[in-house]
């Protein structure tokens, strides 16, 4: 995975795009590098853009992150809220933290990653009533493009981190 992280001209993350997507912006001079390292493929070293900045003003309208089963389970990093156990993304299920039956909606701040045998212990109960304490408060993430960069493996998040830091 080769993607790059693109600032705006005032250096504000403003989206992740693919290696060619940014190799293209470069070539037209609508971007210029700001880091970029070594990679090796192939016994080839190319040398990989990690993060370019546009060289021109650009105006991004305000992202709404997607309500999906997979943005839940990134928020809570593959954490079952009630037991604090990790587990992998085909074993978890979502929660309505105030039950469904009793018309508890679907929205970021009721559901929460949950595993199997907590999802089936807590049945149709509240938290409160099943004796099981969440780990935290679920929430609606507010930062798209910093929720995003959590789907990134480290060894691009490391380059990128600090961008997301100053602004
Ligand atoms: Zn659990």
């Known amino acids: 995975m080769n993607n790059v992280l693109l600032l705006d001209n005032k250096n504000h993350p403003i989206n992740i795009c693919s290696w060619k997507r940014a190799l293209v912006l470069l070539m037209k001079g609508k971007a ?42 990134v928020r809570d990093e593959f954490v079952c809220q009630y037991c604090g156990n990790k587990f992998h993304p085909d074993e978890l299920t979502l929660d309505h933290v105030y039950p469904k039956s009793r018309l508890g909606p679907d929205i970021w701040e009721n559901i929460v990653a949950c595993c199997k045998n907590c999802n089936q212990k807590k049945a149709d109960r509240t938290p409160k009533e099943a004796r099981m304490k969440l780990l935290r408060r679920p929430y609606r993430p507010k930062d798209y493009l910093k929720f995003e960069m959590k789907k990134y493996p480290e060894s691009l998040i490391k380059y990128w981190q600090e961008y997301f830091e100053a602004s």
């Open 32 to 73: 210029v590098t700001i880091l970029s390292d070594i990679d090796i493929r192939l016994n080839e070293k190319m040398l990989i853009p990690r993060v370019i900045k546009l060289t021109y003003d650009l105006k991004i309208p305000y992202k709404e992150l997607p309500f999906c089963k997979e943005n839940v389970l």
